[in-house]
C-alpha cells in the first residue's frame, strides 16, 4: 500500500489509495454513519474496480484505522466527487480537507475542476466544502432530482495558482502536499 500524504493535524494520519479487499468494512461502516442512503458494499466495488470503472477513492488512516474516504469519479477535465465521509469520532481535525487536497495533488496536472453535490440542508457540509474554495455553481431542483429537496452543485478549480478563497487553515494543509511521502 502506497502513502500519499502525511496530514498536518496528525502526524500519524496517512492518505493512501482505497483498497476493495482491505478497506470496505471500515468504509462501509463510516458510510453507513454519514448518509441517509448509504451505498452497499457492492457498490463501491462496482464503481473501483472492472473494465467499467471511472472511478478511484482514497482513504484516510490514523494509527492504522481508516477514518475518512472519499470517491471520485474522473471525467475528461473534471472530477466529480461522489462520496466524502470522517468517521464521527474523527471529524473536524483536518481529515476531510486533507482528503479534499489528495484529490487535487494527485490530479492537478490532468485535471481543471472538481464538483460535488450537497443537500441543501446540509449547512455543515457546505461549510467545510466553502472552507476548502468550493463555490456554488447551480441548483438542481427536487422535482429533478426525485425528492423534495432541492441540491446544490459546487465547484473548486483545481489549478495550482487557484487557491483564493480558501481559508489559512485549508492553505496550510494544501502546501502540505507539495511534498509527498516517497
Not at 473501483?48 to 471525467?75: K, M, T
Not at 441543501?120 to 429533478?144: N, S, V
Amino acid at each position: 500500500i502506497t502513502t500519499f500524504f502525511n496530514t498536518t493535524m496528525f502526524s500519524r494520519t496517512r492518505i493512501r489509495a482505497m483498497t476493495i479487499r482491505w478497506d470496505i468494512v471500515p468504509v462501509h461502516f463510516i458510510e453507513r454513519q454519514t448518509f441517509e442512503d448509504p451505498w452497499q458494499p457492492s457498490e463501491f466495488s462496482k464503481r473501483l474496480v472492472g473494465p467499467d470503472s471511472n472511478h478511484s477513492a482514497l482513504v484516510a488512516e490514523y494509527e492504522s484505522r481508516v477514518v475518512g474516504y472519499v470517491v471520485y469519479r474522473l471525467a475528461s477535465n473534471e472530477i466529480s466527487i461522489r462520496r466524502l465521509a470522517v468517521d464521527e469520532d474523527h471529524r473536524r481535525r483536518g481529515i476531510g480537507t486533507s482528503l479534499i487536497f489528495g484529490i487535487v495533488e494527485l490530479n492537478k496536472a490532468s485535471r481543471e475542476s472538481m464538483s460535488i453535490i450537497v443537500d441543501e440542508y446540509d449547512i455543515p457540509a457546505q461549510l467545510f466544502l466553502r472552507k476548502c474554495g468550493f463555490k456554488w455553481d447551480y441548483t438542481l431542483p427536487g422535482k429533478y432530482m426525485g425528492t423534495d429537496r432541492d441540491k446544490y452543485r459546487l465547484v473548486r478549480a483545481i489549478a495550482e495558482n487557484v487557491r483564493n478563497g480558501m481559508s489559512p487553515v485549508a492553505m496550510g494543509i494544501a502546501n502540505q502536499f507539495t511534498n509527498p511521502i516517497q
